[in-house]
């Protein structure tokens, strides 16, 4: 999710009260929401799942159980440091470590939570397993949640009382539920009428506004096939089914592209739906990958990766 999102999520949580647990809770709240996003900035670092963009700091290790504490030390030592400079603090809250340290855990585990929700996934056992999980609940940026969640926040702020948050949260979390219900119905789908499909991988994808509905994507036996859900037309079935077109990637050509450089193995263990686009010129072949998740049939300028390998075609010298 966005980091806006993010942000009103424990701005709302700090408002039902958890503010007023300790000095710095609504800091902790909102930026314990938003911290396991750091790993943008990590990148370049040789250890994998933390240069893994929704890896290990979005992981129940990394991200829930090991990042809470030392966020929750760091904002005890600017309190620390406040203090020293004769700071004053007009809250009149004193500094309760625990509670500094129990606020940040529960803004931290809604993070993951919430990118479970969009098909981006998260590795949530990193570094444990690499596998991706995703509920497909929710669009990247819901203008529903930020509504409800804002809504919220104003009225408990107004009113000086948690309750309006209280409820703001209990309907968001009602809204995901029930999205995560129609995309449940939507997997199912292709399987019962693409016609009758029996995809290894699928994904259901919320639009922003009309929300209940849902762009089905779907891989069988090396081809991406689209697919359009509406609940509101059938609880079963696809209201429309786009075209099918091979992914490509057990070309040799392809094949050999793909180990070529770490920024395209990078790429293809965070892909989720790979296709690859290949342009030959004489004996190179340029392999562009992408992920069907967000390039559509064909390969964007988005989301991908390029690499030029030797061809194997006929008339080149033989590749070793």
Known sequence: MDNLTHSLVGWALAETGLKRRTRKGLAACILAANMPDIDVFCGWAPWEPLATHRG??????????????????LLWLLDRWQQRRGSTFKSGLPMRFGWLVAISYLGALTHPMLDLQNTYAVQLLSVLSAKWFHTDGLFIVSPWLLVMLGLGIWQARRRKSGKPAVLALAVAMVFIVANIGISALAWQAPSRGAPYASPDRVFASPEPLAFWRRDVIWRQHGTITYGHFDPLRSLTLLDALGASVPDRMAEPDVQRAATASRQVRKFLAWSQLPVARVERRGCIAKVTFGDARYSGPMVSRNFNVSVSVPSAVAGCPPVR
């Open 56 to 73: 290990f700091t979005h992981g129940l290790v990394g991200g829930v159980l090991l990042m809470p504490p030392l966020l929750a030390a």
